[in-house]
């Protein structure tokens, strides 16, 4: 028999899209099953954005330069200066998705066997990415007692190793929601400093802020230019995540080098996409204000319905549109499972995250899932109403199996 490699067998399924086979399966049967596993916005994409794709006109669909589109290049300086983030078109360099982009940021700092930190619970491709550039991630963990923040320069300084290449966070927070504050950031680019390694920054969702809080960006910390480095996407800020337009960006000239060469291996992101995307980039920034609070109504709605389920426990999230949950079951998994397989209110089910594969630490995450509430405010409402009359069944079937 043919061995397939080491690392596609380490590799991990996603835990956000391995359970949508049982999701389909319930759909055939008549189920309505409701999203909450997946950060897929439902806000409409923009009508500038769909007529720059539509009105594409050239006759012949042509390769665009490694580094990206340079229309979309100068709209991502422009968007970024009006964030008082000073990023000239040299420092951008466009990828296929936000995902491409950690994907070059790992390349661009690590060898193989190098180690990145990462907070824990933290998105789970991550260590699927590392899992395919023979990195190890190295986790810190992070508690909801204090909603997820960092812990203290001495904690986080003493997970590094000889082979630590860099620190990989996420603001806001996927999976938990978590705001930073500018001082944790803050901290964070000291100790890069000081280590002489870098802090790669995933701020995709920087639009998504709830409470009156605001983001704050590494890339404003100009004092430690040289080892920081910024992953971005349009995905979810303009609700265009099927056009896989993302960014890596860095003011250190060596990294953007090696990141071109990567970029010229694959050699564009996709052309008509970027057009559309330069649309996007170059709305109004009113346009968020209306979106911003429609999720947080939609975050008011999750919270509200979580906190009338027995058992139930969950931080509010500040930003972003996801929240960790942890479930009064003793396995978060077979329990999300279950709700597809076997589990119906009135015709309806839920689909969510089982949340251990957030987590490197064995045995955190087990009784957790993800939640995301980028659909209506009455679905999410229904879904909680779903949720909590499952969860009751489901309590009953668990404790009769413990006693088994």
Known sequence: MHKISDRAQKMQASPIRKLIPFAD???ERGINVIPLNIGQPDIPTPKPILDA????DEKVLAYCPSQGNEGLLKAFSQYYQRLNINLETDDIIVTTSGSEAIFFAMLAVCDVGDELLVFEPFYANYEGIATQTGIKMRA???FPENGFHLPSKETIE?????K??????CNPNNPTGTVYSKEELRNLAEIAEKH???LISDEVYREFVYDGQEHTSVMTFDDYSDNLILVDSVSKRYSVCGARIGLIASRNKDVMKAVLKFAQARLCSPTVEQIGAKAGIEMDMSYFKPILAEYQKRRDAIMAGLSKIPGVVCETPGGAFYCIVKLPVSNAEEFAKWLLTDYDYEGDTVLVAPAESFYLTPGLGINEVRLSYVIEVDK???????LAAALKEYQMLDRIELAA
């Open 25 to 27: 399966e319930a759909k």
């Open 53 to 56: 794709i539509k009105n594409y």
């Open 140 to 142: 810190i963990r992070t």
């Open 158 to 162: 003493a997970s590094i190793t000889s």
């Open 164 to 169: 630590t290449r860099g620190i990989l966070i």
């Open 196 to 198: 002489n390694i870098f």
């Open 380 to 386: 999410i409402n229904r879904a909680m109403e779903v």
